[in-house]
């Protein structure tokens, strides 16, 4: 920030750079609520693709998200035999 004082002579502090960065963040990404409604359709996707792949996601009962499980296709292997020997 002492560079924009140096560069242009404005002098900002770091709560408002830090609000403005999530601000854009936000306006090109979206915000949370729509990436979490986006993960079940996008982890069904990749399972589309790599029929190997395991994935859960888990919702409470008031509709929030409460965990997500994701294992690729190669991995997907070993994770079955660990479960199987701790279950």
Same mark, same amino acid.
């Given at each position: ?5 140096? @560069? ?5 502090? /770091? ?20 990436? /979490? ?14 029929? @190997?792949t395991l994935? @859960?996601?888990?919702?409470?009962? @008031?509709?929030?998200?409460?965990y ?20």
């Open positions: 920030m002492s560079e924009l004082l140096r @560069e242009y002579g404005i002098q900002i502090n /770091y709560s408002f750079t830090l609000r403005s960065r999530n601000i854009a963040i936000e306006m090109i990404y979206g915000g949370y609520d729509k990436s /979490y409604a986006q993960l079940p359709t996008f982890l069904h996707m990749v399972q589309l693709q790599n029929p @190997e994935y @859960e996601f888990l919702k409470t009962s @008031e509709d929030q998200f409460q997500m499980f994701l294992a690729l296709g190669p991995a997907s292997g070993l994770f079955r035999r660990v479960h199987d020997q701790w279950s």
